[in-house]
């Protein structure tokens, strides 16, 4: 299935494309002092080699702009600056060379300022994204609704945008960003209605794991399946590299980006299962991702149905008596000692990266099939089909059969 993205016009942030022609890209924020320069690189670094394409800082005194000049050099990706209250801070942050502003109209209101930020913005080819948030809303608007509505965010929004585009700057993206699940749904969908500009995606303040992660992901996960939303970001209380992962991690699930990081799947276990599940699968999970293992992986805890439910992923491991059955796309290629299972699911990952899911199907163990069939057949001798498959074609044969007397 594909998701049909709302149309928008196209902008880049230094080399990132954004909007409906290019693939939604990550955002995370930096957390240390923008002045200390080495330890914001080191941070933009690690933020950027865990998934995201676009990073965010605060530039909020003097020497954090003066610390932009060598940090927007020097970062592998696209810098943007975060601007609170001092719209001579914006301008500073041009200055020094960043690929974009992030603006709060709640907290920079006069309109002279916003429009000569815009100028040096539109002067230096770089984009403005107007960042309205429900914890930081004009007081004039919060009076008019009561309280930080869709309606008010929107409201806000278009205010800001109007500043801009009086004096022709276009080159804008925008975010509705709201604490509450439900108001920032509404609000970003509202915001999609009256304009066509892309849109920046975010649950604000969404708080620590695993609140957080659930929030955002609910969050952006229903818009972004709307075909709403061109950009990212997981706002969590915890390390931005954690950020980076959950954003890259649930685009890769969607399929709105290509993977390249382990989508590791696992049966929940049951009364059937002959090993440990949880612990085996953690233990996969632990061993691929220390390998930067870059495909979908199951775990599941019965030879019975496993090989066949996750016939999808691409490698899989089933665990029945003593035995795990290793799997390639529901086909089972070799069968291996229960101690043996996760060594094994990390050696053909690795090979499977290397040669291809072709190549490695044609190595696969000649024996292994049968050997597979002769362990489902134990043990469904010893445990019953779960499914009564036998019991049931017998009775569907039965039913379809008897003459109708009537």
């Known amino acids: ?51 995201a394409d676009i990073v ?52 920079i209101r006069k309109e002279s300022q916003i429009k000569e930020v815009a100028k040096a913005a539109l002067n230096a080819k770089i984009p403005i994204r107007i ?10 608007l919060l009076e008019k609704y009561g309280d930080s509505t869709p309606e008010a965010l929107v409201e806000s929004a278009i205010k800001e945008l109007r500043y801009l585009e009086d004096v022709d700057f276009n080159n804008i993206k925008i975010s509705v960003k709201h604490s509450n699940v439900p108001l920032m749904i509404e609000s970003y969908r509202l915001l999609a209605e009256k304009v066509n500009y892309p849109l920046h995606l975010g649950v604000t303040e969404a708080g620590p794991l695993p609140g957080g992660l659930i929030k955002s992901t609910a969050g952006i996960a229903t818009l972004l399946n709307e075909g709403i939303g061109d950009t990212i970001r997981f706002s969590l209380t915890t390390d931005p ?4 992962k959950s954003g890259r991690q649930l685009l890769e699930y969607l399929g709105l980006r290509e993977r390249n990081s382990l989508d590791l799947i696992a049966c929940p276990s049951c009364g059937r299962a002959e090993v440990d599940v949880i612990k085996i699968a953690e233990e996969a999970q632990n061993a691929l991702n220390n390998e930067n293992i870059p495909l979908q992986v199951a775990v599941m805890g019965c030879v019975v149905n496993g090989p066949g439910e996750a016939r999808s992923a691409d490698l899989g491991i089933a665990a029945g008596k003593n035995k795990g059955h290793l799997f390639i796309k ?13 060594t094994s699911l990390l050696d053909e990952a690795k090979l499977i990266v290397e040669e291809g899911i ?3 199907l044609a190595k696969a163990d000649k024996n292994a099939a049968e050997i597979a069939q002769n362990d489902v057949d134990d043990l469904l001798n010893s445990q019953g089909d779960i499914n009564n498959f036998l019991k049931r074609k017998k009775s569907v044969v039965e039913i379809t059969s008897n003459q109708d007397n009537d």
């Open 358 to 360: 072709e190549a490695r």
């Open 330 to 342: 529901g086909e089972v290629v070799k069968v291996v000692d229960e101690k043996e299972m996760v």
């Open 241 to 244: 590299i954690e950020e980076a």
């Open 1 to 51: 299935m594909k998701t049909n993205r709302r149309k928008t016009t196209q902008i880049h942030v230094g080399k990132v494309g954004v909007g409906s022609e290019f693939p939604i890209s990550v955002q995370s924020m930096t957390t240390t002092k923008t002045r200390d320069v080495e330890a914001t690189l080191t941070q933009i670094y690690e933020i950027a080699s865990n998934g």
């Open 131 to 140: 960042g309205v948030n429900g914890g930081s809303l004009d007081k004039d």
């Open 56 to 107: 965010r800082v605060t530039c909020n005194e003097v020497e954090a702009a003066e610390g932009l000049v060598e940090i927007t050099q020097r970062s592998p990706v696209p810098i943007i600056a975060d601007i609170h209250f001092q719209y001579k801070l914006a301008l500073a942050a041009i200055e020094a060379g960043v690929q974009g502003l992030r603006l709060n109209p709640g907290n």
